[in-house]
């Protein structure tokens, strides 16, 4: 059962404009949210996270937004660039979790 | 800081031999380690939770004789593929805690692709 779901398999946005991925979870016990970036034959690397405890944490060109309510997070790349073009992971964890779950990704696809 | 790195990056073998990649963090301590496994496409699946000195906790479905891993120690977890049959070719991410610090963010490993012919 996925627990963590990206729901678009792939995005395709201009340079220098905003790159929105989603990701939604079906777990109420998650309470700390990441987000990976993934080039093809490589390992994900972490790029941000975010603790329930807050609905907005940003870093540089990347924010992400979390709605508890609504068991949602958004990644938000802006201004986003080529280089960016790669599949974003969304994972969660609860407190008394040890493993991350993640979600299937969403392939990111920036156009010069 | 935080690197973590694999060993070897690819390899190929013939089908019934075993095989071992090394996942190592290069500049932390790491009580835990995670093995993964993607498939094209397809999102990281967790097969086990290598824990230092002690046993892997493997995940539902997941053969302990069949992905024997060892966690000797803080800087070093190994996963060995044995009688490696092609249905096991996959591409085999590993990653790792670091000791004291947020201890819910993992660091990857450039993962090994592994193909059995």
């Known amino acids: 059962d996925q627990q963590v779901k990206q729901n678009s398999p792939s995005l395709s946005v201009q340079e220098g404009r905003i790159s929105i991925l989603n990701c939604d979870y079906t777990n109420s016990m998650f309470d700390y949210f990441l987000w990976y970036k993934k080039y093809p034959a490589e390992g994900p690397t972490f790029l941000i996270s975010?603790?329930?405890?807050?609905d907005k944490n940003e870093d540089g060109r990347f924010t992400v937004f979390l709605n508890k309510s609504a068991k949602h997070l958004s990644l938000h790349i802006v201004p986003s660039q080529p280089g960016d073009s790669a599949v974003y992971f969304c994972?969660?964890?609860?407190?008394?979790?040890?493993?991350?779950?993640f979600g299937k990704g969403t392939s990111l696809l920036v156009t010069p | 800081g935080a690197v973590v790195s694999q060993h070897p990056s690819w390899v190929i073998c013939k089908s019934g031999t075993s095989v071992k990649i090394e996942c190592r963090s290069l500049d932390f301590q790491a009580t835990t380690m995670f093995w993964y496994r993607q498939f094209p496409k397809q999102s990281l699946m967790l097969m086990a939770t290598?824990?230092?000195?002690?046993?892997?906790?493997?995940e539902q479905g997941v053969e302990k004789d069949k992905f024997l891993i060892n966690h000797a120690s803080l800087t070093l977890s190994t996963l060995t593929v044995t009688s490696a049959h092609p249905e096991d070719s996959s591409f085999y991410i590993c990653s790792a805690r670091e000791l004291g610090l947020d201890l819910r963010t993992q660091y990857f490993g450039p993962g090994t692709r592994l193909l059995v012919l």
């Open positions: 290598s824990n230092e000195g002690s046993k892997a906790t493997y």
């Open positions: 994972a969660a964890i609860s407190n008394s979790g040890y493993a991350l779950n």
């Open positions: 975010i603790s329930s405890i807050k």
